[in-house]
């Protein structure tokens, strides 16, 4: 289905037209009508499905074609990580070029300049916010913001938002906004806390759910099963035997995202991190040095693996196996992007190939395990030998003073 299918407003149809929007993906035609109609949606949709334009789209058609307040804030998109609200904010620029919206973007990491043109924003009445959950409780605790006018609340990644511990912040904006608001909540799982908050803020909502997909198989996916102190040599042979640029290696954690920098540097090799320690100035520098070419390899946690759209990546690297498989769709999704080739390598310890199992299971395909280079001797892939096995429990039966009677105590083992 074509978005000019739809019944939307001349100056949303230039605007998707100068971004080169004509097709929708199967988010976007189950949500937008759905969201025009004034309808609460919570939708199931991975990052890559178009979910942004989603949403994007009917609110500013219904901001156009319905009644709101002037100078007062009529929507708030609320996202998770400082990243996705700069996409978010640069997609607003563009499906908005055609209309008289205004819009502020709300997040930490910056200036106190910054910090003042977001006040201004939200005090002067934007249009549209865009916020991550702590900067606009930064806000909210300063000074007063009126909600009293808000029509439309977009969740955005709202399970990252509850992992990440937003819960009370999102709810502390909630009960700040009026109860005859049209809410819009969009998450890439929909686990029990996600079901709760939507029972909490959504009345009657629409559900929208689009199956997790598969990787494409423009990604040629392969693993080394290895030992944990294997993988450093494994790093030397992959990037000292070949001259690569624009490649993306994930870590778990920011300790060994510095690790692995640091060995790389030692390498002669140009490679950089991002993570959350770093501030928005640092991280929109190193992005800005791995686009043009200066970085040959961004060593990341997972705050790269969703949100960012960089389309000539050829290579991904799992350094550590991540928790799920929706979480390993996300980082090797980064590759093979506009119509490109590319490829996954995964680094399989004796630990994670519980994990890299399930990720194979959900795939429904069994990821290539390549030989080990010369001279390095890998362990058997025996995911189910390696199943951990639950810890027994030790009881001590001592009285109870309190009533004299016994009781039984776990304790560690």
């Given at each position: 289905?074509?978005?000019?299918?739809?019944?939307?407003?001349?100056?949303?149809?230039?605007?998707?037209?100068?971004?080169?929007?004509?097709?929708?993906?199967?988010?976007?035609?189950?949500?937008?009508?759905?969201?025009?109609?004034g309808?609460?949606?919570?939708?199931?949709?991975?990052?890559?499905?178009?979910?942004?334009?989603?949403?994007?789209?009917?609110?500013?058609?219904?901001?156009?074609?319905?009644?709101?307040?002037?100078?007062?804030?009529?929507?708030?998109?609320?996202?998770?990580?400082?990243?996705?609200?700069?996409?978010?904010?640069?997609?607003?620029?563009?499906?908005?070029y055609?209309?008289?919206?205004?819009?502020?973007?709300?997040?930490?990491?910056?200036?106190?300049?910054?910090?003042?043109?977001?006040?201004?924003?939200?005090?002067?009445?934007?249009?549209?916010?865009?916020?991550?959950?702590?900067?606009?409780?930064?806000?909210?605790n300063?000074?007063?913001i009126?909600?009293s006018?808000?029509?439309?609340?977009?969740?955005?990644?709202?399970d990252?938002?509850?992992?990440?511990?937003?819960?009370?912040?999102?709810?502390?904006?909630?009960?700040?906004?009026?109860?005859?608001?049209?809410?819009?909540?969009?998450?890439?799982?929909?686990?029990?806390?996600?079901?709760?908050?939507?029972?909490?803020?959504?009345?009657?909502?629409?559900?929208?759910?689009?199956?997790?997909?598969?990787?494409?198989e423009?990604?040629?996916?392969?693993a080394?099963?290895?030992?944990?102190?294997?993988?450093?040599?494994?790093?030397?042979h992959?990037?000292?035997?070949?001259?690569?640029?624009k490649?993306?290696?994930?870590?778990?954690?920011?300790?060994?995202?510095?690790?692995?920098?640091?060995?790389?540097?030692?390498?002669?090799?140009?490679?950089?991190?991002?993570?959350?320690?770093?501030?928005?100035?640092?991280?929109?520098?190193?992005?800005?040095?791995?686009?043009?070419?200066?970085?040959?390899?961004?060593?990341?946690?997972?705050?790269?693996?969703?949100?960012?759209?960089?389309?000539?990546?050829?290579?991904?690297?799992?350094?550590?196996?991540?928790?799920?498989?929706?979480?390993?769709v996300?980082?090797?999704?980064?590759?093979?992007?506009?119509?490109?080739?590319?490829?996954?390598?995964?680094f399989?310890?004796?630990?994670?190939?519980?994990?890299?199992?399930?990720?194979?299971?959900?795939?429904?395909?069994?990821?290539?395990?390549?030989?080990?280079?010369?001279?390095?001797?890998?362990?058997?892939?025996?995911?189910?030998?390696?199943?951990?096995?639950?810890?027994?429990?030790?009881?001590?039966?001592?009285?109870?003073?309190?009533?004299?009677?016994?009781r039984?105590?776990?304790?560690?083992?």
């Amino acid at each position: 289905m074509y978005f000019d299918e739809l019944p939307l407003e001349d100056e949303i149809l230039d605007g998707l037209q100068a971004m080169n929007f004509t097709e929708m993906t199967p988010v976007q035609e189950q949500t937008i009508p759905v969201i025009m109609d004034g309808r609460d949606v919570v939708s199931c949709a991975q990052t890559g499905t178009g979910k942004t334009a989603a949403y994007i789209v009917p609110l500013l058609n219904n901001l156009l074609t319905d009644d709101h307040e002037e100078d007062a804030l009529n929507a708030i998109i609320m996202a998770p990580t400082r990243e996705l609200a700069q996409q978010i904010d640069q997609q607003m620029e563009g499906f908005s070029y055609f209309l008289p919206f205004s819009s502020v973007a709300v997040y930490g990491g910056n200036d106190g300049q910054a910090w003042d043109i977001q006040k201004r924003g939200l005090t002067k009445g934007a249009d549209i916010v865009i916020a991550t959950p702590g900067r606009l409780l930064a806000h909210m605790n300063v000074y007063s913001i009126d909600f009293s006018k808000v029509k439309y609340f977009i969740l955005d990644e709202a399970d990252r938002m509850l992992d990440m511990g937003f819960y009370d912040d999102i709810m502390t904006v909630v009960n700040k906004l009026p109860q005859d608001r049209q809410t819009i909540l969009f998450s890439a799982t929909m686990p029990p806390k996600i079901r709760l908050l939507a029972d909490n803020i959504l009345h009657n909502p629409v559900e929208v759910n689009i199956a997790v997909s598969r990787p494409p198989e423009s990604i040629m996916q392969s693993a080394f099963v290895c030992h944990e102190e294997q993988k450093p040599l494994l790093i030397k042979h992959l990037f000292q035997s070949q001259e690569l640029h624009k490649v993306i290696l994930f870590a778990g954690k920011k300790a060994k995202v510095k690790e692995v920098t640091r060995m790389l540097r030692r390498m002669g090799i140009k490679a950089d991190e991002m993570h959350s320690d770093l501030t928005q100035a640092q991280r929109d520098t190193v992005m800005h040095e791995f686009r043009n070419g200066r970085v040959d390899i961004l060593v990341a946690t997972d705050i790269v693996s969703r949100g960012i759209d960089i389309d000539d990546i050829p290579l991904v690297v799992n350094y550590d196996v991540p928790n799920d498989a929706e979480d390993y769709v996300h980082r090797i999704g980064r590759t093979a992007r506009a119509a490109n080739e590319g490829m996954a390598i995964t680094f399989v310890s004796d630990a994670d190939q519980v994990k890299f199992y399930a990720i194979e299971k959900f795939l429904e395909k069994e990821i290539y395990k390549m030989p080990l280079p010369e001279g390095m001797e890998a362990p058997a892939y025996e995911p189910q030998k390696n199943a951990r096995k639950p810890k027994r429990r030790h009881y001590d039966k001592r009285p109870d003073r309190r009533n004299g009677t016994k009781r039984n105590k776990p304790k560690q083992a």
